[in-house]
């Protein structure tokens, strides 16, 4: 499959997502495209992206003032010491606004760099580079960003555009099976959300994309994961109403990463996968999703021995720590938050839920 580009079309804050294998090499002159003016570029990655990834892009910037700054991977980096230290070597290099961050790694990269750029007087130039498969269909694009603090996660984070997303597929060679898994969950949500037909290809072509057995269909994957995202950011860029359905199977899926304490217990895919399982078996128990369609999502996760019953890594105990974060939920109002449920595969509603009367009790029925 040759390189593909689709756009998304923010007005002012339109940038591209450029698709296609080996593109680390180009990476200097697709950047210069979208900053012509950066004279200074900060590389920012974490300790498990290989150095050949690092020297590719550093070696293909063609500027004396290029700087690399390495943090510890996982999501306890993203917290307010590393935006610190970041912002100081922005001000150390004496880094301004048509200046350029690139961020290079996963999600919890993505999400940092782009915090740290967007308050560091008060915007300058970001680029990100995912590696993760989780990165390149979601959390890279859409100009999320964000940090966790000890009341829960991405409680503390902007709305940040970034210039340009590279996703060079090959990158996903030197990842664990674990986390090709965790990147498919939000692959697998596009098609739940709004795309039967995706969902039905997947049902096909799923185990190629964990197992990367057929590199074509990974790109065809990503390709229609980031158009979908690039749909939805389009019509509502800040989150004021469509945005929301993005957060199918988040919602539980934070709780349970803050009652883990962000470790490498249990990732952020994971956690989305066991979070869109009890989404989908809420939406049957309002009388919204067929007991037929809840039926093939199952089936889809049997098939790839995913496993969807929290049972398997929470106690009955900790249901109330799991209710007490998804009380602190930056979606709550008063008693009730906006869940994302299925009316069918294809078609997500925004659903104000009662914690009390619709949340703890489904939490309850997955360890009966």
């Not at 294998?21 to 590389?43: C, S, T």
């Not at 986390?179 to 596009?190: D, F, Q, R």
């Not at 389009?234 to 709780?255: P, Y």
């Amino acid at each position: 499959m040759k390189k593909i580009t689709i756009k998304v079309n923010l007005n002012n804050n339109s940038y591209p997502i450029i698709i296609g294998k080996n593109l680390l090499n180009n990476a200097g002159a697709e950047i210069r495209k979208v900053a012509p003016k950066a004279q200074k570029f900060l590389l920012i990655t974490d300790k498990n992206i290989p150095t050949s990834y690092i020297r590719s892009i550093l070696s293909s910037i063609k500027s004396k003032n290029k700087y690399l700054f390495t943090l510890s991977a996982g999501e306890k980096s993203k917290n307010m010491n590393f935006t610190n230290e970041i912002i100081k070597k922005l001000f150390k290099y004496n880094f301004n606004r048509d200046d350029c961050v690139i961020a290079l790694g996963g999600g919890v990269i993505g999400d940092l760099s782009g915090f740290a750029s967007s308050i560091f007087k008060r915007g300058v130039s970001l680029v990100q580079i995912p590696t993760t498969l989780l990165a390149q269909v979601d959390s890279s694009i859409g100009g999320k960003t964000g940090i966790n603090s000890s009341e829960g996660k991405n409680m503390i984070g902007t709305f940040y555009q970034p210039r340009l997303v590279l996703i060079d597929p090959t990158t996903l060679k030197s990842l664990p099976h674990r986390h090709l898994v965790a990147g498919y969950a939000e692959i697998l949500k596009y098609s739940l959300i709004m795309n039967a037909k995706f969902f039905s290809w997947l049902e096909k072509n799923s185990h190629a994309i964990i197992n990367l057995t057929d590199m074509n269909l990974v790109m065809y994957a990503i390709k229609e994961s980031c158009r979908s995202k690039a749909i939805i950011v389009q019509k509502d860029e800040k989150e004021k109403n469509l945005r929301a359905i993005l957060n199918f199977g988040h919602t539980f899926a934070h709780a349970f990463e803050a009652v883990k304490k962000y470790s490498n217990d249990l990732i952020h895919g994971e956690a989305v996968l066991y979070g869109m399982m009890i989404a989908s078996s809420l939406s049957v128990k309002m009388k919204m999703l067929n007991i037929n369609e809840h039926q093939r999502i199952k089936h889809l996760y049997r098939r790839l021995n995913i496993n969807y019953q929290i049972k398997n890594i929470f106690n009955k105990k900790d249901i109330n720590k799991i209710f007490n974060y998804m009380k602190h939920d930056k979606k709550i109002s008063g008693s009730k938050i906006n869940l994302i449920l299925l009316n069918k595969i294809g078609k997500a509603k925004i659903f104000p839920s009662d914690l009390n009367k619709n949340i703890k009790p489904i939490l309850i029925e997955q360890f009966n």
